[in-house]
């Protein structure tokens, strides 16, 4: 669930886009960001959460896009579940065990562009005190100068998987499903 970090995929799109100057930094639209993460709930139901209002930062170099970087991170407790007593057995000593400071990060450490709008974003992950890498697919969805806000914009989408039990968050697998899905969208804005 962690894997709302996976927002840092945004990053990787960004280096597709040749409208950004070499190495401008961008932070995340937190109104506008959002992570959505799903799993299998006993064959029964796919359980949805999302985690929203995340902060982050983009450098992007256009020159050499793979020289880019991204960084995210939010509280554990930001986690949504539109279900109180379901965010509170999230919360408790069965999954995160989680203190009100305790954050989720996502740092990148290498970006490989597939296509004219698309990357690979692996990063390190940090969920539960354990880091583990994870990669993103980005796709880069629109550029160019925000209409309300007049100056550079863009918008990206990614998704990844990863397994609860490699964060040590694994209660009641397989039933429930040791994979979630993470499906993210975010939007960034040129710092400054």
């Known amino acids: 669930m962690k894997n709302l970090i996976a927002t840092t995929a945004i990053a990787a799109a960004t280096f597709a886009a040749p409208a950004f100057a070499t190495s401008q930094s961008y932070v995340l639209d937190s109104s506008h960001s959002q992570i959505v993460f799903s799993y299998d709930h006993l064959g029964y ?24 970087s991204v960084s995210v991170s939010f509280p554990v407790r930001s986690m949504l579940t539109g279900w109180e007593a379901r965010f509170e057995h999230f919360m408790s000593g069965d999954f995160f065990d989680a203190a009100d400071d305790e954050m989720v990060t996502f740092t990148s450490t290498a970006i490989e562009v597939t296509g004219e709008d698309t990357a690979l974003i692996t990063g390190d992950l940090t969920l539960n005190g354990i880091t583990q890498p994870v990669t993103l697919d980005a796709k880069l969805n629109q550029v160019g100068d925000h209409p309300m806000e007049g100056k550079p914009w863009a918008g990206f989408d990614a998704t990844t998987s990863i397994l609860r039990s490699d964060f040590e968050v694994g209660a009641f697998a397989p039933f429930v499903s040791d994979e979630v899905d993470i499906v993210i969208s975010i939007e960034a804005m040129q710092a400054g």
Do not use: K, V
Request: hydrophobic fraction near 30%; avoid cysteine; aromatic fraction near 16%.
């Open 45 to 68: 139901s796919t359980t949805y959460g999302m985690f929203s209002g995340f902060e982050g930062t983009i450098d992007f170099n256009q020159e050499d896009p793979a020289a880019s």
